[in-house]
């Protein structure tokens, strides 16, 4: 008997202290980030003083929630980018698009006044170019409904020459971007459109409740070219619309975002776009004036699972270090970005969920995106910003009120790995990735020339922000800026190599890409350990290659065409 | 011993025992207490089932969800009533509170491939934790209920788990041969695992189902381009384009909660697709019964409009505008549509205002500017009418019939050189504008 109890009270005990241990410990989340930040929110320090109008809430009107652009510009060759940032109060609205120009020491103050460029609208995107080749950057705004095209005339004025340049529309412009893809030297013009709109429909979502309109319900547009003729008698330059010469006329769509790049290795700049909710379209120019759309054989039109999804913004660059540039495009928060893998050439591949950057946690609508090597190991890294385009469950409303809250999302950062693999730490960037925000533009580029990239973010009725690169132990870097003398002007559509030893890094030049805005049109190379590198080699948009010597790591250089030694491959 | 002191004072091994005991009732009232508690922790509390705020929410919605919610409160072990309340939500899209009823279903009756299936589609089929829904939907779908298993393939693919995915879809095989979107589902994996031509193999069964012919083509170009075969790969591309989109795949189970939707939307939505399909009176009578509950949604008026339209009923097709109108004065379908049903009964005159105001409300609206031409060009406002065509080409450079007709009237007037220009621009795809550039060049080199 003695023993029979001692069993049942052993299995009692037993039981009950399974019992109390079945209750386990729970040791709260730990609040501290892992690694160090990436980036700091320099907003206030740096001056920049800018509340983004989206016009009056409550009629859901479909360009308010697209939000508007953001561009890095040199206006004054002063060695130090200026910033041009967009709002979208509308023609009658007292806000307009303001200009902040760098001063030594980091600081922006705004020039706005008499720039030109301060004028009211429904603002949407912005291009930078020099369109005359006076060594003067540029600049074109898309709106909705009409386009506006400034040539910067010197001492920080610009004249809008969108009547005389033959540049007018009355579409919804999107995202543009700036190339020469007949090689002739002239800086030509892309304007990618999205829907056509109808502002007296209202919708409602799946519940009944008011919301702003999906882009199915609305046809799409047509992508616009206008082919650059230079300049007439009077010097004034001037544009030819060439959309339904070239073939871009032949097919419509909501497109939102544009990059323009080599896509078949032919040495002929093509152009992305991506459109909402449709197969993106990849124009691939055939060197004659025209362009044929092979998006969908070219494995670009769908994900792996067949499927077309909303494409907003686009990212370029080469993840994996195999030298064939690869394509991320970001999509709604119920579904995945894409990241499409080049490979063999010309021909791309869904490679989302072997990158890891399918997980649910890192879901949002993304908008502005880069890829770009922030910690400067020769890794590319990932950034994307995030805001919602329909109604869903308040965040951040201390901050953003009753109704944007509604909209706003948290930012993205993820680190690039080997083998075009990424590592989301988004909880390391607290300040980038934010209490959550409606996000739009996401503008990259070295602000402060100290070899680190800085961010620019733009939100709907909301602050624009400046985060500056502080990732501690970045690695060595270079920054490239490849000139041609004969233009006076950046070799938009260059691709610039980087060789060390074994390794190589190559990088594609054209500001325009992300969504609406542009950015540093230089190359920045990040290189890890390298103090040194062997050799950079150009290939120059007019398809001549040249190679320039090595040196030391850790600066920015010019790199004029004709001043390298030729090279034949 | 002193047998006294064994008596007053216990033995050691007496007081062993005596804790012994104790430790052992304790023992068993702590073990007691605590399976009581744990029953009690495990004992369904009566939970408030999920629901919808009234604000902004359709009224027949919110009906239709409270109902479903009073049903759970009455019947709270029923894993019908939370799956019917969660088949409402999901139906509008109330996919959060749809998934949380689901879940809850799915414990009360882990037999019904409802639930989990239904988890599935209430996340959205990029989401990579569908398949976790999915898969236990699959165990319990029987042999005749393959949407599941064809779901759970594709995202398996998706997600690269292509020897799984794989399985799923030779299984289906096994039961079909000619499932097509089974061999969709195999070709898909067959590209990812650069198998080209397993893909091509499977491909050729897609291609010839209207369920999958459009995005069968779509695959086909992508494998013959990374083939080398440039011309098989354009000729699937044009394929591609040509085709219209695939007809949907059926899903019974789907079809269960679709049917539940209720509410304006969903009535309209189902009066589209009528009209679609020439089923006009139906949609009329649904766009009718819609405007008793919803009467001053413009919108819907027009749709009623364009359904009379449609049936030939000009008359009562006007009268449906007018009311649009009233309730909407800015609404630009209601202008123009207004405009066309004037047009139609050859009263220009009256129509053109409408189309105007179409295009100050809509400044690109091609179509707007053109019909006003036409109207102006009928009233002998020749001016007019070149203005509002040269609008209409402004706005879409690739309106060919826009184009004729300003180069007709350009013709007209004289201004040889300009007509030209618009009739060679339209003439690849307008047949009338090819004519007129012949006669116009003709007439051009007749002159002396």
Partial sequence: MPGLLCRLVLLLALLGSHVGCQK??????????????????????SGLDFVHDAGPTGTYFLPQIIGSGAALIDFDNDGMFDLYLLTNGGPRSASTNRLFKQLPGGRFQDVSKGSGLDF??????????????????????TQYGGLKLFHNKGEGVFADITAQAGVESLRWGASAAFFDYDRDGWLDLVVVNYLNYDPSRPCSNGRGERDYCAPNVFDGTVTKLFRNRGRGADGTVRFENVTAASGLARVVGPGLGVVCADFDGDGWPDILVANDGKPSHLWINQKNGTFKEEAMLRGLAFNNMGQAQAGMGIALGDVDGD?????FVTHLTDETNTLWRQGPHGLFRDQTRFAELAETQTRGTGFGTILADFDCDGLLDLAVVNGRVADGSPVNEAVLGPYWSHFAERNHVWAGEAKGRFRDRSGSDRAFCGPGAVSRALVCGDLDNDGGLDLIVTTVAGPARLFRNVAPQRGHWLSVRALDPALRRDAYGAAVTVRAGQRRWVRWLNPGQSYLGSNDPRAHFGLGAIERIDAIDINWPDGTRERFDGRPADQAIVLSRGQGRPRSN | MNESASQSVASPAARGRCRYLALAILSVGVAGAAGLGWRLWLRPRPVEPPGVEPAGVDPAIFRAVERARAEVRQQPSS???????????????????????LARAEQLDRRDVRWPYYQALALRLSDPDAVVHLRRAVVLAEEAEETPRLLLGELLVQCGQLDEAETIFGDILKRDAHNSRAHLGLARAAFE?????????????????????????????KV??????????????????????????PDPLAEQFQALGVGRLMTLARAYSL???????????????????????????????????????????????RTALQKEPSFVEANFYLGVVLFFQSKPREAAPYFQRATELKPDYAQAYYNLGHCLKQQGDRPGALAAF???VACDPQYANARTNLGELLAEDGQIDAALEQLRRAAPDDARAKQLLESVRKRAADKP
Wanted: charged letters at 30%; aromatic letters at 6%; hydrophobic letters at 40%.
């Fill in chain 1, 323 to 327: 030298g064939l540039f690869d394509i």
């Fill in chain 1, 120 to 141: 009211a609208g429904h603002n949407m995107g912005v291009a930078v170019g020099d369109i005359d080749n006076d060594g003067r950057p540029d600049v074109l705004v």
């Fill in chain 2, 193 to 221: 695992r650069d198998d080209l031509p397993a893909s091509l193999t499977h491909l050729q069964e897609a291609k010839s189902d209207l369920r999958t012919r459009k995005a069968a083509q779509a695959l086909l170009a």
């Fill in chain 2, 390 to 392: 040269r609008k209409a």
């Fill in chain 2, 275 to 321: 009209i679609q399909q020439d089923r006009i009176p139906e949609a009329i009578q649904l766009i009718q019964q819609s405007l008793e509950d919803y009467p001053d949604q413009g919108r819907d008026w027009v749709l009623l409009g364009r359904a009379f339209l449609r049936g030939k009923n000009v008359p009562a097709a006007e009268q449906a505008f």
């Fill in chain 2, 79 to 101: 894993a019908q009533s939370w799956g019917r309340l969660g088949m409402i939500l999901l139906v509008h899209q109330f996919r959060d509170e749809a998934r949380i009823c």
């Fill in chain 1, 24 to 45: 386990t410990i729970s040791t709260p989340a730990s609040d501290e980030p892992e690694e160090p930040a990436w980036f700091r929110d320099d907003t206030a320090a």
């Fill in chain 2, 224 to 249: 013959q381009q990374r083939r080398g075969d440039r011309a098989a790969a354009e000729e699937a591309l044009r394929l591609a384009r040509s085709l219209p989109e695939d007809d949907p795949w």
